[in-house]
């Protein structure tokens, strides 16, 4: 977490006052939450003068074969790919979106061999159109998802461990997923979808109380992890970090 993320970006929500102490102390309970569910995380170094570098998310899509590193679709987050890719350059064939193609990694949502793409106001049909020339090869279909209302794709649907989805549809236009099922979050708790899917069970936002009601009763394991501070500036359990295996490269 930068110490400057107060000055983060924002586009749906007001700007309030992030007390940054909090943040950071939330984001090391996340991290010790992701290493309790058996991943290895790797940290890097906080960008004291990129807000939203934190969300890791954004800057670079893994697949099993390849990396792509992103090209973020507001200016003051540009910057933010050079310390990710040196990171992802060692363990990932890396091919990269040029401009005037945007994208972000938070629209970017990896069921099997299919990506779901939103088309949001951070990722662009250019953005697209490159992705899916780049992974094509590699046996991806790329599927554009309408995103009104939010601010990725991710903010308002995520997949479950089972195949099943969790969305918001008054954010996003579900009928882009086909037969898959879809679980839709409570009406008051519309940032709830953006959850994180761990090996077993499912990370669930503490703000997000009647959510984790809803998945308990549909048998889904869930645990809860407060990243309330962070969500103050329009980021979720997704944003925080990039889930990639060891898989080999190409
Ligand atoms: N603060 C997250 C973003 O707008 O990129």
Redesign the pocket.
Known sequence: ISRSLAN????HLARGRIDVALAQKQHDQYVAVLEANGIDVTSLPEELELP?AA?VE?TAVLLDEIAIICRPG?ES?LREIASVAEFVKAIRNTHWIQGPGTLEGGDVLQIQKTLYVGLST?TNPEGISQLQGIVRPFGYTVIPVTVKGC?HLKTGVTALNDGMLLANPAWIDVAAFGALKVITVPEEEPWGANTLSVPGKVLVAASAPRTIELLSGEGCPVQVVDISEIQK???GLT?LSVLFSDAASE
């Open positions: 983060c970006e924002l586009l939203d969300f954004d507001r987050r951070r601010l500036a329009e980021a944003c």
